[in-house]
């Protein structure tokens, strides 16, 4: 079966600290992309990852960063969280074609306080 | 960039098709049209995808307009299970970025029993 793995379902940080958060894919997917998900604003794309150390910004990256060392992970830091940044957070994977799926993770729910 | 439109929510009664439009007037003429959809608490999954003919599979059709402006996500016969958020977006056939991978809130599809 074709995954995608997030690394925390739910996390629960305060207000200034440091959140990674990890997603992790074993289809050898060249792109790579995290989105959030709030009420009303369905999901919206951060950031996009076409290749290792690779990235492009997607409608919110304010506050936020990525890292993509490795083509099989791709996080998402948010370097000092804070309330308005709580969300449920989705990693996906595709191969670069247009044609391709994009595949999920269950997401993260991150709370921060 | 080339976005789409959905209603915010529809109800079909269980056993009988659902037919779900998209709106997509600015589609480019190489965008393949994508659906998904979110079951509750997971990420959203892969239903169908199609560029200009009409496609089936096992979960679904799509019916997609001559002009391409517009498609069609057909459920043959609704069950509960497919209570979901549906998301209709469009991809690029080249790999040029996030811009074309706009999800959207989508349409919630209520399924009466």
């Known amino acids: 079966d074709v995954k995608v793995t997030q690394s925390s379902r739910y996390l629960v940080k305060r207000t200034g600290e440091k959140v990674f958060l990890e997603c992790v894919q074993d289809m050898d997917h060249e792109n790579m992309f995290w989105y959030r998900q709030d009420p009303g604003l369905g999901l919206r794309l951060i950031y996009f990852s076409y290749d290792v150390k690779m990235k492009e910004k997607g409608d919110i990256p304010e506050g936020y960063s990525v890292s993509r060392e490795k083509k099989e992970r791709f996080s998402l830091i948010l370097e000092s969280a804070s309330t308005n940044q709580t969300s449920m957070y989705l990693c996906?994977?595709?191969?670069?074609?247009?044609?391709?799926?994009?595949?999920f993770g269950e997401g993260s729910r991150l709370t921060v306080l | 960039d080339a976005k789409t439109t959905q209603p915010n929510s529809m109800e079909s009664n269980e056993e009988e098709p659902v037919h779900l439009p998209c709106n997509h007037s600015t589609i480019s003429g190489t965008d393949y049209i994508h659906w998904y959809r979110q079951l509750p608490s997971q990420g959203p999954e892969y239903v169908i995808h199609g560029l200009t003919s009409n496609v089936n599979n096992r979960m679904a059709s799509l019916a997609i307009a001559e002009d391409r402006k517009s498609s069609t996500l057909i459920l043959h016969r609704a069950t509960l299970r497919d209570a979901a958020v549906y998301y209709c977006i469009l991809r690029s056939p080249l790999n040029t970025g996030a811009n074309n991978l706009f999800f959207g809130t989508g349409t919630r599809l209520t399924v009466i029993p």
């Open positions: 996906a994977s595709s191969v670069p074609r247009g044609t391709g799926e994009l595949f």
